[in-house]
């Protein structure tokens, strides 16, 4: 039997409740959304460091099938400039096709670089017509490991080949040379850019390099280094050359390290 106190309507929540639930809602919601957006943060980085491993073991992929040769940066810089290490093009004026780049067939089901998913690459091609399309937002120590090069006695390197780039041995501390990074560079604004430059030019080293390691994972940039080893780093330097108008430092583009020289990018 159903009594008539239990058919009564129950009183609704009074205004003060509403406002403490509500309050209460706001608050878990300030603690939790950081922490969430923390989190996918932190799940890009891992998915750039991913990336990065497979760029890199496809490198030392290509030295195993290549008498220890490492994959050419760039054959043909000053004659054509047809080839980067991820792609191919025709002409001067086409975009770099990344299915027929010389590291391609070592970088498995895709065929393709993957990109970084820090990597601005919508916003920059709303300015630009993609300079490197299809480097996936890294760059290689192309100075150093993307060619043969030779040291002279002054200290200046000579360029001997391109269309190799150094061998396995030549690499005296591989767990300290980086081979890939994150990258891009600062022109008229953010392009995308293949290469990591170092903090002198080899050929000329007491003149600095334009800086081109792109710091876009909170702060750090994701490494490659030619043991196979990935790890992320904080910026610790940057400088504007004047050469080009956008600003290093506003894209956070840059260098690591506290040591200024080439020594985490040299052979030696």
């Given at each position: 039997?159903?009594?008539?106190?239990?058919?009564?309507?129950?009183?609704?929540?009074?205004?003060?409740?509403?406002?403490?639930?509500?309050?209460?809602?706001?608050?878990?919601?300030?603690?939790?959304?950081?922490s969430?957006?923390?989190?996918?943060?932190?799940?890009?980085?891992?998915?750039?460091?991913?990336?990065?491993?497979?760029?890199?073991?496809?490198?030392?992929?290509?030295?195993?099938?290549n008498?220890?040769?490492?994959?050419?940066?760039?054959?043909?810089?000053?004659?054509?400039?047809?080839?980067?290490?991820?792609?191919?093009?025709?002409?001067?004026?086409?975009?770099?096709?990344?299915?027929?780049?010389?590291?391609?067939?070592?970088?498995?089901?895709?065929?393709?670089?993957?990109q970084?998913?820090?990597?601005?690459?919508?916003?920059?091609?709303?300015?630009?017509?993609?300079?490197?399309?299809?480097?996936?937002?890294?760059?290689?120590?192309?100075?150093?490991?993307?060619?043969?090069?030779?040291?002279?006695?002054?200290g200046?390197?000579?360029v001997?080949?391109?269309?190799?780039?150094?061998?396995?041995?030549?690499?005296?501390?591989?767990?300290?040379?980086?081979?890939?990074?994150?990258?891009?560079?600062?022109?008229?604004?953010?392009?995308?850019?293949?290469?990591?430059?170092?903090r002198?030019?080899?050929?000329?080293?007491?003149?600095?390099?334009?800086?081109?390691?792109?710091?876009?994972?909170?702060?750090?940039?994701?490494?490659?280094w030619?043991?196979?080893?990935?790890?992320?780093?904080?910026?610790?330097?940057?400088?504007?050359?004047?050469f080009?108008p956008?600003?290093?430092?506003?894209y956070?583009?840059?260098?690591?390290?506290?040591?200024?020289?080439?020594?985490?990018?040299?052979?030696?």
């Open positions: 039997m159903i009594s008539r106190r239990d058919t009564q309507a129950r009183p609704g929540m009074t205004l003060l409740e509403v406002l403490v639930v509500m309050s209460v809602i706001a608050m878990l919601a300030s603690i939790l959304l950081p969430m957006a923390g989190a996918r943060e932190s799940a890009r980085a891992i998915m750039c460091k991913s990336n990065l491993s497979q760029i890199v073991r496809a490198n030392l992929y290509y030295a195993d099938d008498d220890s040769y490492f994959c050419p940066g760039a054959t043909g810089m000053r004659s054509g400039n047809l080839q980067r290490w991820f792609g191919t093009r025709l002409t001067q004026h086409d975009p770099f096709d990344p299915r027929y780049g010389p590291i391609t067939p070592y970088l498995g089901d895709t065929g393709a670089v993957r970084c998913p820090d990597f601005p690459l919508d916003e920059i091609r709303k300015t630009s017509s993609g300079f490197e399309v299809g480097c996936g937002g890294y760059g290689y120590n192309q100075a150093f490991i993307g060619r043969e090069i030779l040291q002279r006695p002054s200046e390197y000579e001997l080949d391109d269309r190799a780039g150094a061998k396995t041995h030549e690499v005296k501390r591989p767990a300290e040379t980086v081979m890939f990074a994150d990258a891009a560079f600062a022109g008229a604004g953010l392009i995308e850019y293949s290469f990591i430059e170092p002198f030019h080899p050929e000329y080293p007491l003149y600095r390099a334009d800086p081109s390691i792109h710091f876009r994972h909170r702060g750090t940039a994701s490494l490659g030619v043991d196979g080893h990935v790890d992320a780093w904080k910026m610790t330097f940057t400088w504007k050359s004047g080009y956008a600003d290093p430092e506003r956070d583009i840059g260098w690591f390290g506290t040591s200024d020289d080439n020594k985490y990018f040299d052979l030696d």
